[in-house]
């Protein structure tokens, strides 16, 4: 399977009202979907640290999968967007990883959950074969949405389902509760920069 986790999807009826834009809970949410895998036993890589997955750098992530080189594996990828960016737009590199991508998340075992900001960030031949499409939102305590992207209040995240829609949330999250499993401040997802393999057809 394949589960999107965004910041912001347009036109969607859970992306109405005053919330936060940024800080909308959606690494905390794949983070915790991964720890759901993890706590059942599954082997869960990550490109960024968390306490209970194996810690790859994206782009040895995407070694693995273009390789088949991954099963019975759990692979979370935040903010997938810098990666997408990195390989160039509709580059041959771009839709081979698509392609590894989609292929390897219907075989073997493996699912590929991500996350990024905006959904029209993420090429849509990876969108259209996203099984799940997430959009968590930030409540406070007393059922208001949170529109600060920072703030000191405790948090309940719901993780509404944009596709296949599904009105009411499908979980709720204390996100007080989850935050021992990694460190917000030490995400960092910028793959190397890498020189440009293709000049551009003329
Ligand atoms: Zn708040």
Redesign the pocket.
Known sequence: MIYGFFGSIPGCPHNRGNH?LRGNGKTLSLTFIGYLDAQRGRHVISNYKTSFSEYVPVEEIARMVVEENVRDTTILITEMQVYLNSLGVNSGDLKEFIGSVVGQSRKRNTDIHYDTQRYGDIHPRLRVQTDRAFLPR???RDGEP???DR?????IIYLFQHDPYLNDEVIRLNAGAFTDLYNTDEIIAVPKKKPKRRKKEV
């Open positions: 936060a930030k409540f406070h949170c529109s600060l703030c000191e209040e405790e948090h």
